[in-house]
């Protein structure tokens, strides 16, 4: 089977690319000293965390407790779900741990704090530290920090921070300074808990930019990033990794071509790509994709998708290239500005080793 | 069962406010005469295309050959494919054709007629005529309107149009107008094919502003709409309906409550909402929606979600409203600004007959 003998749209992933970013994320890890826990989120595929787990302790990141079901169904255990959990949600984190799992949760409030520590079932927990994005997590220097600690107990586990703010960042040395705060944030919360008397052995913190910039992650035992395996039009110029480094692409259909009027409307809409627009504040404006060739090349310059309807996208040519006259039914790609979100639309990866060859199929999951 | 004991985030969907949604748009077609053809892409459920197709012939639109499939698995048969086909398509239509389906097709190419006029299997077929909205379509006076319909030879069925631009109207009588050149360029399509000698028995046009709003619909023989069923904050302010009219809404809890702060953290993010902002260019901005309570009022004034990661949805507060101290767990609904987007994140719409009973699950097809 190769990319001609698919549906459209659908997702591809290009393996040597997503290996080649998981390779580079696992040498950064490996240069701090400082094991890497994959988050999923992005992927949401057994076959991508299989990838991304090479050479490292085996520990996951989850979004949501339907990944932490799906991953552990296929034999990973030891899970961080990283995204405050609710008094709810507490029966479902026990009972995964009841079947095998070793579920770490996280919440930034005391009374939350406090159900946790009464539940029967005892889950590993960090407490959420905000160290400069502003959406979620207490501040290290907030008294609430020990707080959530002693409503935790014994059930405490340490701390974990997200600075997801160094998406916003403009250029490499902003983003090394917001890594900096990011870690030393965290640390500095790990300090104050050590020092009313808990042990605090997690410090985990992590967003791929940060990462990929980072000086020092001194202090920390434990680093997360997801995106950085897929890759996309944002993180491209952020400087998280090369525009040739976006390992997934939605293969789309041309579906109407004016060759007079140089219009031409492909079966790629708001639907398969998302409506995400990133890059509206980046220095480059991709609309809503960067429109490449059946082969991944861009041998139609800089046309982007510049409407998306929930069915189809309009191109808006490179003004400096003329657009080639294309037939309907021919086939391109479209590289996404955020590859989360591209992806959540579809529910497989078509594979290729680069080539057209459609080499495997990986179903993934959606939903909550 | 009640919305207290769902996972969030989810769908909730309010079967009173549907049903009055689906009883104006039918009231609107009745008073034109003209039968209804529901465009499912919104809703992609059967039990909500049985209460669309109330008093109706029974003919439906679909946005992708899934929702065909699926419809005609429920027994569903005459189905107009509203989006342009490609040759690859062909066969998938033409099998659905042969287990019982009367598709009817879209192009808008010469090329592609003549390849739907050469497969083995008829298939009705729609020209797509462009009366205004630029996206696709031939133009009514353009001369390859004949050239399609020739190629097409006895396969012809029709024309067919979308005003989709109706969306970016201002004001009840722009959208009139709109709606008036609609049904005007659809109808001289018509009249040019029959001039030349091909019957067109099947002149079809519609959108859900469109339709809302037209003063006439003579010449046309059926009308299509979806958007009508569910309704969202975007056509709120079309005057489409009015914001109480809202019939889905995204379930969610508070995962991060600072009391003192008065920041608010939800877990409907992106995923749960989708990144449509369409309401960024309408009078009334409503980030990525509008926070309704537990039981859909508006007790919290005009807060919406400001700021949308992949999981987290942050509350901006109505500047004139105290956010009330909510505790982590609390629940609240979301009303979307666009609900065709959001309703696509979710595989299921949980029930209500406005309270807070869950009185049914209906599932929902993606993908494609």
């Known amino acids: 089977m190769t990319l001609d003998d698919l549906p459209t749209p659908c997702l591809v992933l290009d393996r040597p690319v997503l290996l080649r970013n998981i390779a580079a994320m696992a040498e950064t890890a490996a240069r701090h000293g400082v094991p890497l826990r994959p988050h ?60 095998g799992a070793d579920i770490m949760v996280v919440t930034d409030d005391a009374d939350m704090a406090g159900m946790i520590a009464a539940h029967p079932v005892a889950l590993r ?13 207490v501040d290290p220097e907030d008294r609430r920090l020990l ?53 605090a052995p997690v410090v985990s913190l992590g967003s791929s930019p940060t990462l990929r910039h980072a000086a020092s992650l001194a202090g920390v035992s434990e680093v997360r990033a997801g995106v950085y395996m897929f890759g996309d039009l944002f993180q491209a110029q952020l400087g998280t990794h090369g525009i040739d480094d976006i390992a997934v692409t939605v293969l789309a259909s041309v579906i109407g071509s004016d060759r007079v009027g140089g219009r031409l409307v492909l079966d790629a809409g708001a639907l398969a790509l998302s409506k995400d627009r ?20 861009r041998s139609l310059g ?21 657009l080639p006259a294309l037939a309907v039914g021919t086939r391109l790609r479209i590289a996404p500005n955020h590859c989360c979100l591209t992806a959540a639309a579809h529910d497989r990866y078509h594979v290729t080793d680069g080539g057209e060859e459609v080499v495997a199929i990986w179903t993934r999951l959606n939903g909550w």
Chains 1, 2 share one sequence.
């Open 40 to 99: 999923l989120k992005t992927a949401k595929s057994i076959e991508v965390a299989r990838l991304a787990l090479a050479g490292q302790p085996g520990g996951i990141t989850v979004s949501t407790l339907a990944e932490a079901e799906y991953f552990l169904g296929c034999g990973l255990t030891d899970i961080l779900y990283a995204v405050a959990i609710t008094p709810q949600k507490l029966d479902l984190a026990a009972a995964l741990n009841g079947a």
């Open 125 to 137: 927990t960090l407490i959420e530290i905000d160290t400069g994005e502003g959406r979620s997590g």
């Open 302 to 322: 800089d046309a982007v998708i510049g409407r998306a309807y929930q069915e189809h996208g309009v191109v808006t040519p490179d003004p400096a290239w003329k």
């Open 278 to 297: 990133s890059t509206a504040g980046a220095p480059k404006d991709y609309g809503y994709g960067l429109v490449l060739d059946l082969q991944g090349r």
């Open 147 to 199: 707080e959530i600690a002693a409503m935790l107990g014994a059930r405490r586990a340490g701390v974990m921070t997200h600075a997801g703010h160094s998406y916003a960042a403009s250029g490499v040395e902003a983003i090394r300074a917001i890594a900096e705060a990011e870690r030393a944030g965290v640390v500095r919360a790990a300090e104050r808990l050590r020092q009313a008397g808990h042990p």
